[in-house]
């Protein structure tokens, strides 16, 4: 049986989730891409121009011997905004927005719980909670992007929420 498990996350855009992530103990992969559309095999360009209904989010593949879905999640809160309603920052649209596509019911209960506890704490959580669909990975230039542009400014950043 294998430890390797998958979730994906939307919250602003796709380089500082990924970058973060990326450097997360547990974690094995973390590929920025496109969820939650109608459209099938969207590009950046259609994306950007809410054409396609889709948001800018990141699959991660971890080892739940290492991170569980829970830790990695409470960490998803921790690196994004999740009271901004579609956007991050200065980043705006709803390709911005804050969302968990969740991959079993398991995935969704424990995402619920996670806001409930946020909520309970004072923080107006807006993250929506969608069943996942088709994950179509980015552009090649996309990838990577912090290690690829190391002076690049990232517009995310760690608030300790739990």
Request: charged share 25%.
């Amino acid at each position: 049986m294998s430890n390797i498990q998958e979730a994906i996350y939307a919250g602003g855009c796709f380089w500082g989730i990924e970058h973060y992530m990326q450097n997360k103990e547990g974690v094995i992969d973390a590929v920025s891409g496109y969820i939650g559309g109608d459209e099938e095999h969207p590009t950046y360009r259609e994306v950007c121009a809410d054409m396609t209904n889709h948001a800018e989010a990141v699959k991660v593949s971890f080892d739940s011997s290492i991170i569980s879905y829970r830790e990695l999640t409470k960490f998803f809160f921790e690196i994004h905004n999740p009271e901004q309603e579609n956007g991050q920052g200065m980043d705006i649209g709803e390709q911005y927005r804050s969302e968990i596509f969740y991959l079993n019911d398991s995935q969704k209960e424990t995402a619920q719980e996670l806001i409930d506890i946020l909520n309970s704490k004072g923080f107006k959580v807006i993250t929506k909670l969608t069943p996942a669909k088709t994950f179509w990975a980015s552009e090649d230039y996309h990838q990577d992007y912090f290690k690829q542009h190391p002076n690049h400014q990232i517009c995310h950043f760690y608030k300790k929420r739990f």
